[in-house]
């Protein structure tokens, strides 16, 4: 049972215009979202995160925008640099849960093409 | 500040043996998790320590164990290895309390089992 869904398994754009990566979760307990960033090798990166207090939050080019009622989140990345491209984890969290584990979706692989 | 580190990097086995791996946590962070991710797949939790004790675990079988010992580094143990358990096996350190939202992940160890 997949509570955090990241259904692009890919997208691809050009450098300078919008990178929108898209996120949807089931599990209504989670109040806690993360975004992050992972290259060949390395490990996850954390990139921004968001309380489900708040439907936006923003840090430089990267924004995340929560839609609580639609269980959905979307990282919003502008302008894409070529230095993007990556794999990017949405995570969830239930902060009133007895640990803090993070629920990861499948990834999206962005490519931002020069 | 030190990052998160992780040993070794590369790791072969046989399928039935022990292995070991360790991590050393972000400098300041009393909070250990470990994740496992197959190919393709995000990261799936599969415990935490927190202040040397076990604060929740994944769907995990009782063959894979852990430690954090005072200095909070942490040591994953998985007895009898299966060939399903070839993945990558992340650690996340994290500050617990209020503040244990963000978790820092090392660079992994990537473990085969033949």
């Known amino acids: 049972d997949q509570q955090v869904k990241q259904n692009s398994p890919s997208l691809s754009v050009q450098e300078g215009r919008i990178s929108i990566l898209n996120c949807d979760y089931t599990?209504?307990?989670?109040?806690?979202f993360l975004w992050y960033k992972k290259y060949p090798a390395e490990g996850p990166t954390f990139l921004i995160s968001?309380?489900?207090?708040?439907d936006k939050n923003e840090d430089g080019r990267f924004t995340v925008f929560l839609n609580k009622s639609a269980k959905h989140l979307s990282l919003h990345i502008v302008p894409s640099q070529p230095g993007d491209s990556a794999v990017y984890f949405c995570a969830a969290q239930n902060s009133g849960g007895s640990n803090y584990k993070l629920t990861f979706g499948k990834g999206t692989l962005l490519t931002v093409n020069p | 500040e030190t990052g998160v580190t992780q040993s070794p990097t590369h790791l072969i086995k046989t399928r039935g043996q022990q292995v070991t791996l360790r991590c050393s946590s972000q400098?300041?962070?009393?909070?250990v998790s470990w994740y496992q991710q197959a190919l393709g797949q995000g990261p799936q939790f599969i415990f935490q320590?927190?202040?040397?004790?076990?604060?929740g675990r994944g769907n995990f079988p009782p063959r894979f164990s852990g430690l954090q010992f005072p200095n909070y580094s942490s040591e994953l143990n998985v007895n009898a290895l299966e060939l399903d358990d070839s993945a990558l096996y992340l650690c996340?350190?994290?500050?617990?309390?209020?503040?244990?939202?963000?978790?820092?992940f090392g660079p992994g160890t990537r473990l085969t089992v033949t």
């Open positions: 400098s300041g962070h009393n909070t």
């Open positions: 996340a350190s994290s500050l617990g309390g209020i503040e244990s939202y963000e978790q820092y």
């Open positions: 599990n209504s307990m989670f109040d806690y």
């Open positions: 968001i309380s489900s207090i708040k």
């Open positions: 320590y927190y202040r040397e004790e076990e604060n």
